[in-house]
């Protein structure tokens, strides 16, 4: 029992393996001769054979990587690995004996011996690792019942019987110390009714949940189906919460993008699960020629947007991943995620401010960025309501060096992140991200160069939104505070809208701009009950909603399309294109930035505003006072 209270030695197997090689030559010549008369001719063979096998065979495992497994976690990977080194090492012990046999070293040789010999190898090197797993799995049970660790296994329901569930459930079953038991699966494929998997059996279809929590005694709900639109989500945690069941969750398919699905990544569900989209097909043959091996800059590098960016980058082998941002404790962070993430690629940290065309200049002349992602940007409309010049010399002012960096060092792509508040705007926030946008156009159509806008709607769990400031308030016993009943934004996970964006990034030949689209508007109030039932709470009995009426730069919803304007799909199902929008010219765009920037100077915030709402199609922008403590 003691060999078994620690992971199975390789020597252990190591010397297993010389005994059982000599075994498999002795018992291929008793199979193939049946210890006949004429058994004494091929003596010599059979000792030949038995002194090359006990050095190839070892040998070959170890080149093979054999001796460096933990087999108590074995798997078809393994099986084949031993699969590729038993076959390796039977052709090297083959061609060795008929050639010692063809010059003749001994005077008999029967040749059968050898696929003789390859099948008793496989089968005692997979036999012997297959039972040290099994023993080893059994004495740590055993181990655990005897300390009193083991407790009642908690019964798993598993939602999804795909290979995310059978993962689900292999690892629980290998794992006693999770003390979890998985009783069955729900699916709604007709082929996969009433079959086992693993041993485990797929019990009903998923609108049957109801039911199977009645009969069955389930402790756990685990919802293993990645691809899952935010409606199965809805359903499932519905009726768990009426049964008083917990549930948890596999995180989406764009969170797992070029991450393994394990149950370390189980987590509770939460409000981005619920309005999860079905995802669509992915161009990562496009993104590679994009990325790959290319040195990629992102700006605002430290914001929920960039840093998701810097993630999904670095999955497609870029030269290098420049971090720009102007905060140093925000970069540090995502710098450190990156680097355990990916510790074979080259991460650069560059803190600078936008504003700063000296020093963006140095940068790019210093590591010459290929492609470009700006993200960087204020974008809190009341908190850009009170600071209007911050407000243009980011969002404007800081475009504008990035673009003419760009140019000058012959960047060959750059993305921009834009908001659907750029539409029609109401408020200067949205107001400098469509002047922003303008440049990057104009940049486009008169260099030749592959600039391009992205723009979307808000982001679930971005700083200072909207379902953090719920979170805190629920925390605190509420009561919530909702604008207005009628309140509408689209919505989209950070993980999505990065991957749609990187998508739009490979369709850019200069000048588009681009839109995603972000679904059906979510009314605000929604949000707020759905996070507040989440929390283990009903809304309006133990959490209170609030209206505290709409704040200055606000709309009840927002606009992603402009009715005026054209619109084409793309490649893409979620990625459309603005055929035609109204710009200024270059001269009138440079005369009203120049003019913007020289108010924000002389700090002219009532200048600005008129400004803005002059020059831009469709806008209204007022001069109003906000209230910070209501900053969204």
Known sequence: MALFSKEIRNRSLFFADIFLSLFSVLASYVIRLELIAMFPTYVASMLWMLGISVIIRPLVHFFFGIYRRLWRYASIRELILILASVTTSSLVISALMLTLFYVGLFPGFPRSVLIIDWLLSLTFAGGIRLAFRLIAESTSTASLKAFGYVRRKKS?????AGDAGAMVVRELQKNPHLNMKPIGFLDDDPVKQAIKIHGIPVLAPLDKISYILEVYPVDEVIIAIPSAPGQ???????????????????????????????????????ISDLLRREPVRMNTDALGEVIEDRIVMVTGAGGS??????????????????????????????????????PGLEIIPLIADVRDFDRLSIIFDRWQPEVVFHTAAHKHVP????????????????????????????????VMISTDKAIRPVNVMGATKRIAEMLVLDAAHHYDHAFTVVRFGNVLGSRGSVVPRFKRQIAAGGPVTVTHPEMRRYFMTIPEAVHLVLQASTMSQGGENYILDM???????????DLIRLSGFEPGKDIEIVFSGIRPGEKISEDLWDKGFAYSPTNHPDIHRVDSEEVLSSHELQTVVNQLYQYAKEGKPEAIQKLLSDTIPGASIMVQETDLNMVE
């Open 519 to 529: 679904g059906q508007p979510v009314k605000i109030l929604d949000l707020a009950e």
């Open 232 to 270: 199965v989500l809805r359903k499932v945690t519905e009726v768990c919460r009426r049964k008083g069941v917990a549930f948890r969750t596999m995180p989406g398919i764009y969170e797992l993008l070029g991450g393994d699905v394990s149950v370390s990544r189980l987590r509770d569900v939460d």
């Open 383 to 414: 908190l850009m309501e009170t600071n209007i010049e911050e407000a243009v010399t980011n969002n404007i002012l800081g475009t504008k060096n990035i673009v003419e960096v760009a140019l000058r060092y012959n960047v060959q792509r750059l």
């Open 305 to 342: 947007i960039g840093s998701e960016l810097c993630r999904q980058i670095a999955r497609q082998n870029p030269g290098k991943l420049l971090m720009l941002g102007h905060g140093e404790n925000s970069i540090f962070s995502t710098l450190l995620s990156l680097k355990e993430s990916f």
């Open 156 to 160: 798993i329901l598993v939602i999804g």
